[in-house]
C-alpha cells in the first residue's frame, strides 16, 4: 500500500533513490581510469597491487550491509542513510588526502562501509512506500537510470583527469552523495512506520537461517560465483585495457561501452522474467556463458596465442550480456524462502554475496600477467561453479517437492 502523506511525486522520489543508490557505482567507475595514476604517485610496486583500491570498497560495503540493514529497522531510514553517506565522505577525504596506500585502502574500505548505508537503506525506502507490482514498478525506473552510471562514470572520471589530479575524483563523488543526501533530507520526509529494537542476537538469527536453508544458500553462492568473475574484470580492466591492450584515455569509452551489454541485459530480463521462470533465466544464460568461455579458452590453446583486443570484445561483450541476465535474479531466488525475516536476510544475503564473490575476483584478477587469459579461465571456474550450485539447488527442491499423485 503506497503512503502518500507529505511525500514527494514519484518522479522525485525515483531521482532522488537513483541518485543515493548511484553512489557505489559512481564510487567505482568514475576512480578506474585514475587506477595508474594512484599507483605511480602512492609507490605501488605490483601492478595488480592496484586492483586493491576497488576490493577494499567492496571489503567496506559487505561490512556496511550487515550494519546498516538492522540499523535502519531500528533507528529509522534517513538516519541510516545520513550515517552513511557522512562515513561515505570521510572515507572519501582520507582518499583525497592519502600519502600511502595503505591510507588510501583504509579510505576506501570507510567509503565502502558508508556507501551501504545510500544502497541498501534507499531499496528498504521503496518497500516502506510501495508493495507488489507498484513497487516493482518504482524499482525497474530507478534501475533504469542507475545501470547508467557504469556506462558514463569512467568517461567522466577521464574527463576530471584532464582538467585536474586524481583526488579531485575522491570530492567530486563525496560531493555528489551529500547532494542526494541533502535532497533526502529537505523533500523525503522518514517512510517507516513501525520500529524494531537494534539486538545483535537478531543479526545472528538470521544469518544461521539463510546458511541452513539450502536453496538460499546455494543460489547465494551461485550469484556470488557469477558476480566473483564480473568483479575480476572490473578490477583488473584499467590494466587490461590500458597496460596490455594500449588504450590509454581511450580506456574509459571502451570500458563504458562494454558496460552497455550489462544494462541491456538488465531490461531484457525484466520482459523474460515475465514469462520464464527466474531459475530459467539464470540456469540458460550461465550454461551459455559456461559453454561461451569454454570455446574461448578452447580457441587459445589451440593458437597457443592470447586474445587480441578485438578477440577480447568479442568474447567480452556476449559474456557481460549474459552475466547481466542473472545478478537480480539469483538475489531475487535466494531471498525466497526468508519471507518471515525478509529485511535482514537481506542484510545477511547481500554480505556473504560480496565476501564469497570478494575471494573469486581477487584470485582472478591477481593472476593478471599481460594477458586475458586469466579472466577467461575466470569465467570458465565461475560458470561451472554457478551451474553446479543451481542444479544441487533444484535437486534438493525437486526431492523435497514430490510430484503430485495422479
Known amino acids: 500500500m503506497t503512503r502518500s502523506v507529505s511525500q514527494p511525486g514519484l518522479p522525485e522520489f525515483v531521482a532522488v533513490a537513483a541518485l543515493l543508490m548511484a553512489v557505489v557505482a559512481l564510487s567505482i567507475d568514475a576512480v578506474l581510469p585514475a587506477l595508474d ?3 605511480h604517485d602512492l609507490a605501488v610496486a605490483d601492478g595488480n597491487s592496484r586492483q586493491l583500491v576497488v576490493t577494499a570498497l ?20 534517513r538516519p541510516a542513510i545520513f550515517l552513511g553517506v557522512g562515513a561515505f565522505v570521510a572515507g572519501g577525504l582520507v582518499c583525497a588526502a592519502a600519502t600511502s596506500f595503505e591510507a588510501m585502502l583504509a579510505g576506501r574500505v570507510l567509503q565502502g562501509f ?3 548505508g545510500p544502497r541498501l537503506v534507499t531499496v528498504a525506502m521503496v518497500r516502506d512506500r510501495f508493495a507488489g507490482p507498484a513497487m516493482a514498478r518504482v524499482m525497474s525506473f530507478i534501475m533504469a537510470i542507475f545501470i547508467l552510471v557504469p556506462v558514463i562514470a569512467p568517461a567522466i572520471g577521464q574527463l576530471v583527469l584532464f ?8 570530492v567530486i563523488t563525496s560531493a555528489v552523495a551529500l547532494a542526494g543526501a541533502a535532497w533526502l ?29 539450502r536453496r538460499t ?20 580492466s584499467q590494466q587490461l585495457f590500458q597496460d596490455v591492450y594500449g588504450l590509454g584515455e581511450l580506456y574509459a569509452f571502451v570500458f563504458g561501452a562494454c558496460a552497455l551489454f550489462v544494462s541491456g541485459a538488465t531490461l531484457v530480463n525484466a520482459r523474460l522474467v515475465r514469462t520464464m521462470p527466474m531459475e530459467r533465466v539464470c540456469r540458460l544464460a550461465v550454461a551459455a556463458q559456461l559453454a561461451w568461455a569454454c570455446l574461448a579458452l578452447a580457441w587459445i590453446l589451440a593458437l597457443d596465442a592470447p ?7 568479442v568474447f567480452s561483450c556476449p559474456t557481460l550480456f549474459l552475466l547481466g541476465l542473472t545478478f537480480g535474479n539469483f538475489n531475487a531466488i535466494a531471498l525466497e524462502p526468508m519471507g518471515r525475516i525478509a529485511g535482514l536476510a537481506a542484510a545477511v544475503v547481500a554480505s556473504v554475496h560480496s565476501g564469497v564473490s570478494l575471494v573469486v575476483a581477487a584470485v582472478i584478477g591477481l593472476q593478471l600477467e599481460g594477458t586475458a587469459t586469466p579472466l577467461v579461465v575466470g569465467y570458465v571456474v565461475c560458470g561451472a561453479g554457478a551451474l553446479l550450485a543451481m542444479e544441487l539447488a533444484e535437486r534438493t527442491r525437486a526431492i523435497a517437492s514430490p510430484p503430485a499423485p495422479r
Open 217 to 236: 544458500r546455494l543460489y547465494t553462492l551461485a550469484g556470488a560465483f557469477c558476480y566473483g568473475g564480473l568483479m575480476g574484470y572490473v578490477n583488473a
Open 37 to 39: 595514476a594512484m599507483a
Open 58 to 77: 567492496f571489503v567496506g560495503l559487505m561490512l556496511g550491509q550487515l550494519v546498516f540493514g538492522p540499523l535502519s529497522d531500528a533507528t529509522g531510514r
Open 163 to 170: 582538467l585536474a589530479p586524481w583526488r579531485v575524483l575522491f
Open 307 to 313: 586474445l587480441g583486443l578485438v578477440g577480447w570484445l
Open 185 to 213: 533530507a529537505l523533500r523525503q520526509p522518514e517512510t517507516l512506520v513501525e520500529r524494531r529494537p537494534l539486538r545483535a542476537g537478531m543479526l545472528v538469527a538470521a544469518l544461521r537461517e539463510v546458511i541452513a536453508n
Open 114 to 116: 558508508g556507501a551501504a
